[in-house]
């Protein structure tokens, strides 16, 4: 563009942070966030969902969310399924179990309520780290806060019982997800 002779906005800048997500460039979506500052634009909400997404997509849950907070500083409003999604999914597969668990806290505290994704990251964070019951007690709270747990939630759920050879409990999940009406997959069978 500035070869062009084009100066980049606020959009073109959110439109190359976009990119950089689907491509999974989060080094140059990072990069691109500095660019815009020392133009003098401030990265949108685009921009920064963008930018937690690229993140989470690069496996890096410590840049993920320092974007959320930084997002949260310059008054921008984060959103369910695009900022704190793709910062929970972040701190799943950074085993940051904690964080994630931390993330839905937050999204409480700020009126927002988080949604069945939203819970997967978070009871596949515990699973990882093998904090079954923490797994269980997410899985629990789905249908508390009416929210319908779906085949990934259980299948996460199985998985962290069957870390730590809790295997009855993973056949009462498989119990319950038939008589929650869904069908269980390979990967439900592959935890057993």
Do not use: H
């Not at 950089?20 to 979506?29: L, P, T, V």
């Not at 969310?65 to 500083?73: I, V």
């Not at 498989?174 to 935890?191: F, H, V």
């Amino acid at each position: 563009m500035r070869e062009a002779k084009l100066e980049p906005n606020e959009f073109s800048y959110s439109a190359g942070i976009s990119a950089c997500a689907k491509g999974e460039q989060w080094q140059r979506a990072v990069s691109l966030f500095s660019e815009m500052w020392k133009s003098k634009l401030e990265p949108n909400v685009i921009s920064y969902n963008a930018g937690i997404s690229s993140c989470e997509k690069g496996e890096q849950w410590q840049q993920a969310l320092s974007l959320l907070r930084e997002m949260r500083e310059v008054k921008l409003e984060p959103d369910v399924i695009f900022s704190y999604n793709a910062g929970t999914s972040a701190c799943e597969k950074g085993e940051q179990w904690q964080r994630a668990l931390s993330l839905l806290s937050e999204m409480r505290q700020v009126n927002l309520e988080p949604d069945v994704t939203g819970y997967n990251a978070a009871i596949s964070a515990c699973e990882k780290v093998e904090e079954w019951q923490r797994a269980l007690s997410l899985l629990s709270d789905m249908w508390k806060v009416k929210l319908e747990p779906d085949v990934i939630s259980y299948n996460a759920g199985m998985s962290a019982c069957e870390k730590v050879d809790e295997w009855p409990r993973a056949l009462s999940l498989l119990s319950e997800m038939r008589e929650a009406k869904l069908e269980p997959d390979a990967i439900s069978y592959y935890s057993l």
